[in-house]
C-alpha cells in the first residue's frame, strides 16, 4: 500500500501508509488490470472548460476556491469497460476531488461535507496538523497535481475511517487519472516507454485495491453502495475482474448478472460483451 500513497512526504503526511487501506468484513481477498490504450488525444485548450468553484471547509472553514469542469462543456466520447467516461477534450476525472488548500482535508465531492464530529477531530489531528501548505496557482490542473490531489483524499478517508466503498471508489478514480495521462503520453518522448511502465503498473496497483475494496463493500455495506445499485456493483467487480485477469471472480459475478431477475437489459447486454471477452481472453491462454 505504499506505493499508493508514494508522495506525500512532500505534504508532511508521510506517515499516512502502512498497514491494511481496506476493514476485510470475511477476510476475503481478490484481485485487478486495465484496457487497450487509447490513441493520443489534440490538444486543447483545458482553460476554456474550466471555472473556479467557491467552498467552504468543513473542517477548518476556510473559504477557497477549486477547478472545476462546466457542466455540458465537455463530450464524452467512451466508456472504458469498468465504466470510466473517456471524453474528448478534458480529462474531467483529473477534478473531481476538492482540496481544501489551508488544512489539508479533500476527498471526492460525493463525500467532501458528509463529516460527522468524529472524523473531522480525527482529520484535524493526524492531517492537517501534519500538513504542509502547497501553493498551486496554475490555470488548470497537470496530472501530478491530480494524482497528489487523489492521495490526499485517500489519506483522509483512511484518517476519518471511510467505508471500503469509499475508499475503493477513490483507487478506482485515481487509476482512471493514471490511465488518463497514459493516454495523453507522447510516444516520440525518449522516456515513453519507461513513463508508460511505470503508469501501467501504478493503475493495475490501484485497480487491484479498487477491486478487493468493493468486494468488501459487497459483504458488508447496504445498498447504494458509492451511488450504485446491486447489479450495476456486480458488474463493475466482474469488469475490475476482467481487467486484471482474476477469470473466476469476472466469471462468476457474469453469470450473476445474466441470470438476474432484477438486472436490466442494458446491465446485462455489458455482461455479454465481458463474457466474449472473457471468452476470448481464457481461450488464449
Given at each position: 500500500m505504499a506505493g499508493i500513497f508514494s508522495g506525500l512526504e512532500k505534504l508532511g503526511l508521510g506517515n499516512i501508509g502502512g498497514g491494511d487501506l481496506f476493514e476485510d468484513p470475511k477476510k476475503k481477498e481478490t484481485v485487478v488490470k486495465k484496457e487497450e490504450p487509447k490513441k493520443k488525444l489534440a490538444l486543447v485548450n483545458e482553460e476554456?472548460?474550466?471555472?473556479?468553484k467557491k467552498y467552504k471547509c468543513p473542517v477548518c472553514e476556510s473559504e477557497f476556491e477549486a477547478k472545476t469542469v462546466r457542466t455540458g462543456k465537455v463530450r464524452m466520447k467512451a466508456v472504458d469497460i469498468d465504466l470510466r467516461p473517456d471524453y474528448s477534450e478534458v480529462d474531467q476525472n483529473k477534478y473531481d476531488v476538492i482540496g481544501c488548500p489551508e488544512c489539508g482535508y479533500a476527498a471526492l465531492g460525493?463525500?467532501?461535507?458528509?463529516?460527522n464530529k468524529y472524523q473531522i477531530e480525527d482529520i484535524r489531528i493526524k492531517i492537517c496538523m501534519n500538513y504542509r501548505k502547497i501553493v498551486y496557482k496554475e490555470p488548470t490542473y497537470s496530472y501530478e497535481h491530480a494524482k497528489s490531489l487523489?492521495?490526499?483524499?485517500l489519506a483522509n478517508a483512511v484518517v476519518k475511517k471511510a467505508k471500503n466503498s469509499e475508499k475503493a471508489y477513490i483507487c478506482m478514480k485515481t487509476a482512471w487519472v493514471v490511465r488518463g495521462e497514459t493516454q495523453r503520453l507522447d510516444e516520440s518522448d525518449p522516456d515513453y516507454?519507461?513513463?508508460?511502465?511505470e503508469n501501467?503498473?501504478?493503475?493495475?496497483?490501484?485497480?487491484t485495491n479498487a477491486l478487493n475494496g468493493f468486494v468488501m463493500a459487497r459483504q458488508s455495506e447496504e445498498f447504494p453502495i458509492a451511488g450504485m445499485?446491486?447489479?450495476t456493483l456486480d458488474y463493475l467487480i466482474a469488469a475490475l475482474a476482467m481487467e486484471t485477469d482474476q477469470f473466476d471472480v469476472a466469471?462468476?459475478?457474469?453469470?450473476?448478472?445474466?441470470?438476474s431477475r432484477v438486472a436490466n437489459s442494458r446491465i446485462k447486454d455489458k455482461a455479454r460483451?465481458?463474457?466474449d471477452m472473457l471468452t476470448e481472453k481464457t481461450g488464449e491462454q
Open positions: 476554456d472548460y474550466l471555472f473556479d460525493r463525500y467532501f461535507t458528509t463529516l487523489y492521495q490526499l483524499a516507454e519507461t513513463k508508460k511502465k501501467d503498473e501504478q493503475e493495475k496497483e490501484l485497480l445499485d446491486s447489479t466469471s462468476k459475478m457474469i453469470s450473476e448478472i445474466l441470470t460483451v465481458l463474457k
